[in-house]
């Protein structure tokens, strides 16, 4: 403001002002870059003395590359989860990430204990090809012992150009508890995995969308499914899309599937970073293929990134309700730079704004996951109807629907793998099961007897409380208050020996999925989660009723 009276009063003047001002803006940016560039000089150099040092007088031997390593992973970690450095070893699992595709065995895996197991074999991949099985314990890789491995380090093995074998030897749970080791050569090949396995009807008037993960051809691929759906069903009149899981992937394939439900010429997502020359607008460039369809949009926790450009944007045009549990929160931008000897380095770059204007980035992280902000502390954004929304902290469902389950039960279930367990035994007495639709679990007793045996056991959230208390308590020497939280204890355990009756539907759900995976693999397990889900029977309920679904979008 002093600036501009200045020049009002003396007009004449205010050239050379302006130019005096520059002169002395470029010389202080100068001064500061120097300083800059001097830091940056200094603690290289600091850094090389002392990886020299370490490396000519340490007590042991050193192995410079991994040394290395460890220090860039340090600094980097001191960042954001998502800027990363990619070694020549990585590049595979990063074409995976771009292209969904990559050269390997085709399955996923997990550890426990000292060795890593097969989790999940893929449809028509080599390993399924091969014979092997979930539930098989890697052993030895080309007959060098796998123990103690982690999951990347076998990863790392198993990929490599198609037409090359390796053989794997593994152990083989067995029916009367033991393990039959067997040697198994599996030949590599390219995996792709599909960025849209499965789409079809719910019911006669309701179509359905998943959409994995946005690899290349994501829009081409969803744009060809809806316009299948509606050839196909003529009665449709409205879509689930789910986005559930989908951890995002390319910025162009979330404009382009937009674009399916958006016309052409509205703006999608403008990124904004330090560098201005690398700031965009990207816009729809095409006609729509339908824009006046209700859409349900299904989110979680797990969408992110791509996605909740996809659901936010839709949000913010009123184009679709969004349904589910809050989004992720990565309103990042990552640009891939090479760096020699074949690495690259996947920084984050700028960040990204939705058509209402919000960024829906987490600003705080707590080891890698974000930290969920409260409502009162983000900013108020309204839809093009009118709608309020808030940034930061990813896409809020206009209908919020919280997952009844026991966390602490369906989490041990899962993490000590006895869900898994019981279905590789399953699996085994079984050879063949009926298809998805038609598939029942119907021996729960089985499951809970399976369960004693392996002394099952777990916490619930109240226990680790009442734990938590019982030892501040004592710390802070409160022993009158001993007595009532013993009490409090019992009342748990009581209510805990119900517990697996108390979910026993969840947890069937739970059983019926992984026995359905094993049979008929990614699309099986498609199948029979939309029987039992209940996300997906509010999207049909909110679909047929045209009058809640437009009340929903309004201001």
């Known amino acids: 403001m002093k600036v501009i009276s200045f020049f009002k009063k003396y007009p004449k003047t205010s050239g050379f002002v302006v130019g005096a001002a520059a002169l002395t803006l470029v010389a202080a940016n100068e001064r500061a870059n120097h300083g800059k560039y001097f830091e940056i000089s200094k603690n290289i150099e600091i850094f090389t003395n002392l990886y020299k040092e370490l490396n000519t007088y340490y007590v042991d031997d050193l192995d410079p590359s991994k040394l290395m390593r460890t220090g860039v992973d340090a600094m980097l970690n001191s960042l954001d989860p998502y800027t990363n450095y990619i070694s020549e070893s990585d590049i595979e699992g990063y074409r995976y990430i771009t292209e969904g595709k990559y050269n390997g065995v085709g399955a996923s895996f997990d550890k ?35 123990k103690g491995k982690s999951i990347d380090e076998v990863g790392d093995i198993l990929r490599g150009a198609p037409g090359t074998d390796v053989e794997l030897t593994v152990a083989r749970p067995q029916l009367d508890g033991s393990d039959k080791t067997m040697k198994i050569k599996v030949i590599r090949d390219e995996v792709t995995e599909k960025n849209v396995p499965y789409y079809g009807m719910l019911n006669d008037k309701v179509g359905y969308i998943v959409l994995t993960t946005f690899t290349r051809d994501a829009g081409e691929n969803v744009e060809k499914a809806f316009k299948e759906l509606k050839e196909k069903n003529p009665n449709m009149k409205g879509l689930v899309f789910d986005l559930r899981g989908n951890g995002g992937g390319l910025l162009n394939e979330a404009v382009n599937i937009c674009n399916i439900w958006i016309p052409k010429g509205e703006m999608v997502v403008t990124t904004k970073g330090k560098v201005v020359d690398w700031d965009r607008s990207f816009k729809t460039l095409n006609p729509s293929v339908d824009e006046q369809m209700p859409i349900v949009v299904l989110v979680d ?36 730079r090479d760096i020699g000897y074949n690495s690259k380095l996947k920084l984050t770059t700028a960040k990204y704004y939705i058509p209402s204007g919000r960024c829906i980035q987490a600003v705080k992280y707590d080891k890698g996951t974000p930290v969920e ?4 502390a983000r900013a108020k954004f309204k839809t093009r109807s009118g709608r309020e929304v808030l940034d930061g902290g990813g896409i809020k469902p206009d209908i919020l629907l919280d997952k009844d389950s026991d966390v602490s039960l369906m989490k041990t279930l899962k993490d000590k793998f006895l869900i898994f367990d019981y279905v590789t035994m399953f699996s085994l007495k079984n050879p063949t099961i009926a298809e998805p639709d038609k598939f029942r679990f119907a021996d729960f007793d089985d499951f809970v007897n399976f369960l004693s045996k392996r002394n099952f056991q777990y916490d619930s959230e109240s226990e680790k409380l009442v734990k938590k208390l019982k030892a501040e308590s004592k710390k802070e020497k409160y022993a009158t208050i001993d007595a009532e939280l013993q009490a409090i204890e019992a009342k748990i355990m009581a209510d805990k020996k119900n517990d697996l009756q108390k979910h026993k539907a969840e947890i069937i759900n739970e059983i019926e999925k992984e026995i359905v995976s094993r049979y008929y693999f990614e699309n099986g397990l498609i199948k029979i989660g939309l029987r039992n889900d209940i996300e997906i029977q509010e999207s049909i309920k909110l679909l047929s009723d045209l009058n809640r679904y437009k009340s929903v979008l309004k201001k």
């Open 112 to 146: 426990t204990d000292d060795y890593v197991f097969v989790t999940d074999i893929f449809d028509a991949s080599p390993s399924q090809k091969a014979g092997l099985k979930a539930g098989d314990k890697i052993v030895a890789v080309d007959g060098k012992s796998a």
């Open 301 to 336: 926790k797990g969408t992110a990134s791509a996605s909740e450009i996809v659901s936010g944007t839709l949000q913010d045009y009123d184009r679709a309700v969004v349904m589910g549990q809050r989004s992720y929160g990565k309103g990042l931008v990552q640009n891939v």
């Open 373 to 376: 902000l409260p409502d009162s």
